[in-house]
């Protein structure tokens, strides 16, 4: 990478200031991503995040919370500690992407997209809305930072798979990430873009599943169990890594060890709960695909605020 071509990075403070106004996000070591003061301005924004998604969905009065809140940590880790990116310029050849396969967390990444400066928050309140480019699911608009149209379950893994083949075609130094839900590998084609994206060995590949345990209607075990999950990803070609999705240092951990495999792609395997942070939304298949009525925001807020002591 030429001088150049490198945008001029932003100092720390800011890397991590609520809905800051955009700059370059290195790829910290694991080092800066494990000391005091980053696990602590990260847990920050996770929070931030999530009250952003109970909010947005209460708001539109549709959308997907639990499947959002399960994310969080998963996003703000890739985005402010993980990733190369830049919000000054979303166009960047050089910058890593990321695809939300399971497309309906939409409101995570836009919130995380907004806390990292690609938008201003207000517009996080306009998700669903008719004019909006924060759609239902995500769709293609990289002026926001969306780097592809998803929702329909397993194309955006695929679409991945082909962006990281294009990268080594073009000799450009980016990663590709992937977020899967769990329910989402019950699709057919994720297998056989797995299996396409070891065949090639796609190093620069790092897929992440979301194993919140449940999908549309029902827990995930009962619906088409897929356990054991690290035994059918390895079977694939895959190097594994196995982390709880809600623990910071973890994810620091296992991103960190993925992105540093060389002649094959690798998974990290993220436990988390559906609906986390929020009572009445964990681990319950309702909150799936049901946004907050105004009395159940008003708890979740509360619930949330109580994170903060």
Known sequence: MTEESRPAPVSSPALFSPAQSGGLFERRSLEEL??????ARLAAISRR???????????AGSGHPGGSLSA???????????MRHDPRNPRWPLRDRFILSKGHAAPALYAVLAEAGYFP??????????????????????????????????????VGVGMALAGRLDGLDYRVYVLLGDGELDEGQVWEAALAAAHYRLDNLTAIVDANGIQNDDFVARTLNLEPLDAKWAAFGWRVFEVDGHNLAELARGLDAARNVRTRPSVVIARTVKGKGVSFMEHNPEFHGRAPRPDELERALQELAGEES
């Open 72 to 82: 969080v940590e998963i996003l703000t880790t890739l985005y402010f500690g993980i």
């Open 49 to 59: 995040v999530r009250r952003h998604i109970v909010r947005m969905t209460a708001a």
């Open 121 to 158: 928050t207000d517009l996080l309140m306009t998700l669903r809305k008719l004019g909006s480019p924060l759609q239902g699911h995500v769709s293609y608009n990289l002026d926001i930072g969306v780097e592809a149209s998803s929702g329909s379950l397993g194309h955006g893994f695929s």
């Open 34 to 39: 494990l000391a005091p003061e980053t696990q």
